[in-house]
């Protein structure tokens, strides 16, 4: 197991010591999760293929579709023809 990666936790309970491996977070992997995505890949399976828990996917997934702009349909007194 590659430490470089990771967060350990030590937690002591009832004298026992239990460890928790933690893998941090790259942002390389959102372009990772973006292809998942649109190769129909659903949640648990980017999460058991990279390594994360499912909340961690959902975040990045809200968080990168928090980062797109709203496209501007007027503007300049134009106006785009909608296309259907």
């Known amino acids: 197991m590659e430490l470089s990666n990771?967060?350990?936790?030590?937690?002591?309970v009832n004298t026992n010591k239990t460890f928790f491996?933690?893998?941090?977070?790259?942002?390389?992997?959102?372009i990772r999760i973006k292809n998942y995505s649109t190769e129909?890949?659903?949640i648990r399976s980017m999460s058991r293929i990279l390594g994360y828990s499912r909340g961690t996917i959902?975040?990045?997934i809200l968080y990168m579709a928090s980062k797109v702009t709203k496209p501007i349909y007027c503007e300049n007194n134009q106006s785009l023809d909608k296309i259907y």
Request: aromatic letters at 14%; proline letters at 0%; glycine letters at 0%.
């Open 58 to 60: 959902i975040r990045r």
């Open 6 to 12: 990771t967060i350990i936790v030590s937690v002591v």
């Open 40 to 42: 129909d890949l659903d």
């Open 21 to 30: 491996f933690i893998k941090k977070y790259s942002f390389q992997d959102d």
